[in-house]
């Protein structure tokens, strides 16, 4: 049996995590860690209290016809992302990476290339974490540095990609 590296030992955890999920299109976890230390872990779900999606066998998105990635309003869920954030401190934080794992909620299957819808990469930015690593296609990783997406958010990639500025 082959170690895995630590971004895939990580992934793993956040695989698992998102079994947890009670979203119908997509299952999705993720952890933070910081210095070797796993200091929070988060799933896709209804907030607390709330009937899942999965618990009603409908989800008012798949029922419209959105498509991935629009009309947040609708669904019931707080992704895994937010749900990660909101327990943990900005302190352990600051500096940290967050893990991404999705899962096909019809097969199981690891889903490649996935990564953090706007609002939850401005609460990633917010929360001081400094990069975010998702599955790649076969073994590899994806790595998002986060100080990147602040930039690109400032409009500084449009000031460093004109000549004459």
Same mark, same amino acid.
């Given at each position: 049996?082959?170690?895995?590296?630590?971004?895939?030992?990580?992934?793993?955890?956040?695989?698992?995590?998102?079994?947890?999920?009670?979203?119908?299109?997509?299952?999705?976890?993720?952890?933070?860690?910081?210095?070797?230390?796993?200091?929070?872990?988060?799933?896709?779900?209804?907030?607390?209290?709330?009937?899942?999606?999965?618990?009603?066998?409908?989800?008012?998105?798949?029922?419209?016809?959105?498509?991935? *990635? @629009? =009309?947040?309003?609708?669904? /019931?869920?707080?992704?895994?992302?937010?749900?990660? !954030? %909101?327990? &943990?401190?900005?302190?352990?934080?600051?500096?940290?990476?967050?893990?991404?794992?999705?899962?096909?909620?019809?097969? *199981? @299957? =690891?889903?490649?290339?996935? /990564?953090?819808?706007?609002?939850?990469?401005?609460? !990633? %930015?917010? &929360?001081?974490?400094?990069?975010?690593?998702?599955?790649?296609?076969?073994?590899?990783?994806?790595?998002?540095?986060?100080?990147?997406?602040?930039?690109?958010? /400032?409009?500084?990639?449009?000031?460093?990609?004109?000549?004459?500025?």
């Amino acid at each position: 049996m082959k170690r895995p590296d630590k971004d895939h030992y990580y992934l793993d955890i956040a695989s698992v995590v998102a079994k947890r999920s009670t979203c119908l299109r997509r299952h999705f976890g993720a952890i933070i860690v910081k210095d070797d230390q796993i200091i929070s872990t988060g799933y896709v779900g209804a907030p607390r209290g709330s009937v899942n999606c999965i618990d009603l066998h409908d989800c008012p998105r798949e029922k419209a016809g959105i498509p991935s *990635g @629009e =009309r947040y309003e609708l669904c /019931r869920s707080v992704h895994a992302e937010m749900n990660a !954030i %909101i327990h &943990a401190s900005r302190q352990e934080m600051i500096g940290a990476t967050l893990y991404l794992a999705c899962l096909n909620p019809d097969t *199981g @299957e =690891r889903v490649s290339g996935v /990564r953090p819808c706007k609002l939850c990469t401005r609460m !990633i %930015i917010n &929360a001081g974490i400094e990069l975010v690593v998702t599955d790649g296609a076969g073994e590899e990783v994806i790595r998002y540095l986060v100080a990147k997406w602040v930039k690109q958010d /400032r409009g500084e990639w449009l000031a460093d990609n004109i000549s004459g500025y």
